[in-house]
């Protein structure tokens, strides 16, 4: 199966639960792919002590899951590219949204 992840919170049990799904699904050898956009591209500034949302984020990509930050939203928030934020456009996610067999949003 192919599943495609929108995340727009920064919320840190939600998205360590998305990261977990995620891992899940590559394990049960779906293809994921995560586009984060709106307050989620903020997902890398998380920080609890309970939900370690950067080590899962580092699994997942080890794993060989996709990201995608939406480019609108990084730029009006200032935030640099990176790994965990590769830039992506609307574009990307129409792309994933035709693709995909199943779309989530959190």
């Known amino acids: 199966m192919k599943l495609g992840i929108l995340v727009t919170t920064n919320d840190p049990e939600l998205v360590w639960n998305v990261f977990r799904l995620a891992i899940f699904s590559l394990a ?10 709106s307050k989620g591209v903020e997902y890398d500034q998380i920080k ?9 984020a580092k699994d997942y990509l ?9 480019s609108t939203c990084m730029e009006l928030r200032k935030k640099p590219y990176s790994d965990l934020l590769p830039m992506a456009t609307l574009k990307d996610l129409h792309k994933i949204l035709r693709e995909c067999d199943k779309v989530l949003t959190f």
Do not use: Q, S, W, Y
């Open 48 to 56: 609890h002590e309970t939900f370690d949302v950067l080590k899962m």
């Open 62 to 70: 080890t794993l060989g899951g996709k990201l995608f930050a939406c």
């Open 28 to 37: 049960e050898k779906d293809e994921v792919k995560i586009f984060f956009m």
